[in-house]
């Protein structure tokens, strides 16, 4: 399948009645299972710690260990025995210290052997195993190169499990979740999307969760195969977990790899996004870089949004008079490399309506570019300006001002300031394409973009933005509007740093009241735009509005520096503000839980990027 990455899944095996690593490896091996989950110890090595008052051996004995030397190493994960008493109230606090012992002994012998991953199985004793989650803490300090794989199941309760324990494990990024699909999933289906946000290395499939088709192979439900196939657009991994070898385990391999190769085909944005996925982007600074020739390359692809700004050309074209006899002036500012002169010449044909037309352009070397467009293309009908539409002084007055200034979040390009200065070019009665935009913002869990963006450890990373095609992350609640921007606007003295109002009818500020409808973590704020271009033709990247097939743009990021845990039915206030001065613009934010609709005093974040101290947008 061409764009996807890998053309099988990893898939392992567990039988739980086996008691030798190279037993395992033989029959998963022989049935092209990839790797192998066993536990360390042999039966019987936990009971005696459990109901002996002998002191613990410092090392075991060989017949004390299912996985006794490292030929099978590459091929085994391995998992830790003795987790599920660690919290029950009726173990004693010396038997639970013994058996923190035993954990702590397999740990180091996993970590002498070079397994890939160790495998933790949640207890079954109590919601809230805090006493494991300090012994899988500890256990994570030992891990040079190994992975800790937390088994939860996805029940209800699964997700706040999990929660719990990385949290008090500080979201180490050695811990993953292994989870475990029961016969049986939870009716609501946000408790299952809500992992697509959480670091999920593999995905658990006891044989009792198969069903047997006609033919008597095993096969899954409809809703278990759409839940893997979502899980599949990530290298995720996969473990069979069967009672015993006696039936023929290669039939389950072969049906998972039959359910990741028939995966649906990505659309043309994920094709576009490959690599990019969940991947931290600088936002352009267009007005104080010029972009280079590939950047421009990329953009001049999209096929929807160029097909949308000629739609609009066109409309406004055609309801100007068709007996006027001056041509129609029509003015492209920031024309780059020249797609939407091109467009705005193609629209005029269309509508059959003379015109002139000005692509102004700062960045030198886009401006070599338009030359050669003008002298091999479009001639006497173009006339190629190369300065900062601010600073133009044209010689006529456009009837259409053209543009694409526009950034993941609207206004973050500097498209107000932008096109402040570009507007004494357009005639009183003149038209602006875009003529509004609008910004939205959403709460959003993604353990992924939290992860990257605390390696860095410092606060700079915390308090900027990022352009994101998200990917293993949720959003908690359904995007809302924040503010928009119209164009031409009436104000005056717009582009005079020596005004002590400069640049203030661009500031912004507002907030956002979202009803969380389960129990999850925000990591952040989504955001997006929606832009009217003319009149009912649009482009948008918010979800519930995405212009289908449009990829210019992904969302933008905006982290919060420590975690937000939010339970079902909560409610949560983000603000937002746009500030800036006579050198830049920047944004402010924060979150802030609400009980009973009132602030929650004491559980807010900090207020991030305080006078554009971190990250900021040079005019």
Same mark, same amino acid.
């Given at each position: 399948?061409?764009?996807?990455?890998?053309?099988?899944?990893?898939?392992?095996?567990?039988?739980?009645?086996?008691?030798?690593?190279?037993?395992?490896?033989?029959?998963?091996?022989?049935?092209?299972?990839?790797?192998?989950?066993?536990?360390? =110890?042999?039966?019987?090595?936990?009971?005696?710690?459990?109901?002996?008052?002998?002191?613990?051996?410092?090392?075991?004995?060989?017949?004390?260990? #299912?996985?006794?030397?490292?030929?099978?190493?590459?091929?085994?994960?391995?998992?830790?025995?003795?987790?599920?008493?660690?919290?029950?109230?009726?173990?004693?606090?010396?038997?639970?210290?013994?058996?923190?012992?035993?954990?702590?002994?397999?740990?180091?012998?996993?970590?002498?052997?070079?397994? #890939?991953?160790?495998?933790?199985?949640?207890?079954?004793?109590?919601?809230?195993?805090?006493?494991?989650?300090?012994?899988?803490?500890?256990?994570?300090?030992?891990?040079?190169?190994?992975?800790?794989?937390?088994?939860?199941?996805?029940?209800?309760?699964?997700?706040?499990?999990?929660?719990?324990?990385?949290?008090?494990?500080?979201?180490?990024?050695?811990?993953?979740?292994? =989870?475990?699909?029961?016969?049986?999933?939870?009716?609501?289906?946000?408790?299952?999307?809500?992992?697509?946000?959480?670091?999920?290395?593999?995905?658990?499939?006891?044989?009792?969760?198969?069903?047997?088709?006609?033919?008597?192979?095993?096969?899954?439900?409809?809703?278990?195969?759409?839940?893997?196939?979502?899980?599949?657009?990530?290298?995720?991994?996969?473990?069979?977990?069967?009672?015993?070898?006696?039936?023929?385990?290669?039939?389950?391999?072969?049906?998972?790899?039959? =359910?990741?190769?028939?995966?649906?085909?990505?659309?043309?944005?994920?094709?576009?996004?490959?690599?990019?996925?969940?991947?931290?982007?600088?936002?352009?600074?267009?007005?104080?870089?010029?972009?280079?020739?590939?950047?421009?390359?990329?953009?001049?692809?999209?096929?929807?949004?160029?097909?949308?700004?000629?739609?609009?050309?066109?409309?406004?074209?055609?309801?100007?008079?068709?007996?006027?006899?001056?041509?129609?002036?029509?003015?492209?500012?920031?024309?780059?490399?020249?797609?939407?002169?091109?467009?705005?010449?193609?629209?005029?044909?269309?509508?059959?309506?003379?015109?002139?037309?000005?692509?102004?352009?700062?960045?030198?070397?886009?401006?070599?570019?338009?030359?050669?467009?003008?002298?091999?293309?479009?001639?006497?009908?173009?006339?190629?300006?190369?300065?900062?539409?601010?600073?133009?002084?044209?010689?006529?007055?456009?009837?259409?001002?053209?543009?694409?200034? =526009?950034?993941?979040?609207?206004?973050?390009?500097?498209?107000?300031?932008?096109?402040?200065?570009?507007?004494?070019?357009?005639?009183?009665?003149?038209?602006?394409?875009?003529?509004?935009?609008?910004?939205?913002?959403?709460?959003?869990?993604?353990?992924?973009?939290?992860?990257?963006?605390?390696?860095?450890?410092?606060?700079?990373?915390?308090?900027?933005?990022?352009?994101?095609?998200?990917?293993?992350?949720?959003?908690?609640?359904?995007?809302?509007?924040?503010?928009?921007?119209?164009?031409?606007?009436?104000?005056?003295?717009?582009?005079?740093?020596?005004?002590?109002?400069?640049?203030?009818?661009?500031?912004?500020?507002?907030?956002?009241?979202?009803?969380?409808?389960?129990?999850?973590?925000?990591?952040?704020?989504?955001?997006?735009?929606?832009?009217?271009?003319?009149?009912?033709?649009?482009?948008?990247?918010?979800?519930?509005?995405?212009?289908?097939?449009?990829?210019?743009?992904?969302?933008?990021?905006?982290?919060?520096?420590?975690?937000?845990?939010?339970?079902?039915?909560?409610?949560?206030?983000?603000?937002?503000?746009?500030?800036?001065?006579?050198?830049?613009?920047?944004?402010?934010?924060?979150?802030?839980?609400?009980?009973?609709?009132?602030?929650?005093?004491?559980?807010?974040?900090?207020?991030?990027?305080?006078?554009?101290?971190?990250?900021?947008?040079?005019?």
């Amino acid at each position: 399948m061409p764009g996807q990455g890998q053309q099988t899944a990893s898939c392992g095996l567990e039988i739980l009645d086996v008691t030798d690593a190279s037993i395992l490896g033989n029959v998963g091996s022989a049935a092209s299972f990839d790797y192998g989950v066993i536990q360390l =110890l042999q039966k019987g090595v936990k009971e005696r710690a459990l109901h002996t008052s002998d002191a613990m051996p410092d090392a075991f004995s060989p017949a004390d260990l #299912q996985v006794t030397q490292a030929d099978w190493s590459s091929y085994i994960v391995g998992e830790i025995c003795a987790c599920e008493e660690l919290d029950d109230p009726h173990v004693s606090s010396s038997v639970k210290k013994r058996l923190e012992t035993l954990i702590k002994q397999q740990v180091y012998w996993a970590a002498h052997l070079g397994l #890939q991953a160790i495998v933790f199985s949640y207890p079954a004793t109590g919601p809230t195993a805090i006493n494991f989650a300090r012994v899988v803490n500890d256990a994570l300090s030992m891990l040079s190169y190994s992975q800790a794989w937390l088994k939860i199941s996805a029940t209800e309760d699964g997700w706040k499990n999990w929660n719990m324990v990385r949290s008090l494990c500080e979201y180490n990024n050695k811990l993953f979740v292994a =989870l475990q699909l029961e016969k049986t999933l939870p009716d609501d289906e946000r408790l299952l999307s809500q992992w697509r946000s959480e670091p999920v290395k593999t995905v658990i499939l006891p044989t009792s969760t198969f069903l047997k088709n006609a033919k008597g192979y095993p096969v899954l439900s409809k809703r278990h195969q759409a839940f893997l196939r979502t899980m599949m657009q990530d290298s995720i991994r996969f473990v069979v977990t069967a009672p015993s070898s006696n039936e023929d385990l290669g039939f389950y391999y072969q049906y998972l790899q039959h =359910l990741y190769r028939s995966r649906p085909e990505p659309d043309v944005i994920d094709q576009f996004a490959t690599g990019y996925h969940d991947y931290l982007q600088a936002p352009l600074q267009p007005l104080m870089d010029n972009l280079e020739s590939a950047t421009y390359e990329v953009f001049e692809k999209d096929p929807i949004k160029y097909h949308e700004y000629e739609r609009a050309v066109y409309r406004a074209l055609c309801d100007m008079p068709a007996d006027r006899t001056d041509p129609i002036v029509i003015t492209v500012v920031g024309a780059g490399r020249g797609p939407l002169v091109q467009r705005s010449l193609q629209a005029a044909e269309a509508a059959n309506r003379a015109v002139k037309l000005y692509a102004v352009e700062k960045n030198p070397n886009a401006i070599v570019t338009l030359q050669l467009r003008k002298a091999n293309e479009w001639g006497d009908r173009v006339q190629v300006i190369h300065t900062d539409m601010r600073y133009w002084n044209c010689p006529e007055q456009a009837d259409i001002l053209v543009s694409e200034l =526009l950034g993941s979040f609207g206004d973050n390009e500097l498209s107000p300031e932008c096109l402040d200065g570009a507007q004494k070019v357009l005639k009183p009665s003149g038209i602006s394409i875009p003529s509004s935009y609008t910004t939205y913002i959403a709460p959003l869990s993604s353990t992924k973009l939290f992860d990257q963006v605390s390696s860095y450890n410092d606060q700079t990373h915390f308090e900027t933005p990022y352009v994101v095609k998200f990917r293993n992350a949720t959003e908690l609640a359904a995007a809302q509007s924040l503010w928009t921007f119209e164009h031409p606007i009436s104000v005056t003295d717009t582009n005079n740093p020596a005004s002590p109002q400069f640049n203030h009818h661009n500031s912004r500020s507002a907030s956002r009241t979202f009803t969380i409808s389960y129990d999850a973590v925000l990591h952040g704020i989504a955001g997006y735009f929606e832009a009217v271009l003319y009149k009912d033709v649009m482009i948008s990247i918010n979800p519930t509005t995405h212009s289908p097939g449009m990829f210019s743009w992904f969302p933008i990021f905006f982290p919060v520096k420590v975690p937000m845990y939010l339970a079902k039915g909560s409610e949560v206030e983000i603000c937002f503000w746009r500030c800036g001065d006579a050198r830049k613009v920047w944004y402010e934010w924060c979150v802030m839980p609400l009980v009973g609709g009132q602030r929650a005093v004491g559980g807010q974040s900090a207020i991030h990027n305080v006078g554009g101290r971190s990250s900021w947008i040079g005019l």
